[in-house]
């Protein structure tokens, strides 16, 4: 088992900054993959940021150049750092966890970013 505690995340006004940060206790063996999804309402859960089993790192589009995510191997810890936020940015921040070689997701408890214009 693999415990997701997420922190940060509340409102801001459009163009300022967030950050979030998710750490991960319990079963945890390297390789991993960390990354973060969120679901707006009457929306799809979409990617967001993610690293990759290769220690790459995956943004969706609408984020690059504005987030960034980021890791502390040691603490078992990713961040998410978010920049130039927009209204359409509004939504639960989920952290995500798998090991390499399982088909099993570990969530967080979601956390709130909202966004006023």
């Known amino acids: 088992q693999v415990q997701l505690v997420e922190s940060g995340g509340g409102l801001v006004q459009a163009g300022g900054s967030l950050g979030l940060s998710c750490a991960a206790s319990g079963s945890i063996f390297s390789p991993n993959i960390m990354g973060w999804y969120r679901q707006a309402p009457g929306k799809q859960r979409e990617l967001v940021a993610t690293f990759t089993s290769g220690g790459s790192t995956i943004y969706t589009d609408s984020v690059k150049g504005r987030f960034t995510i980021s890791r502390d191997r040691a603490k078992n810890t990713v961040y998410l750092q978010m920049n130039s936020l927009k209204p359409e940015d509004t939504a639960v921040y989920y952290c995500?966890?798998?090991?390499?070689?399982?088909?099993?997701?570990?969530w967080g408890q979601g956390t709130q970013v909202t966004v006023s214009s």
């Open positions: 995500t966890f798998r090991q390499v070689g399982s088909s099993w997701d570990y």
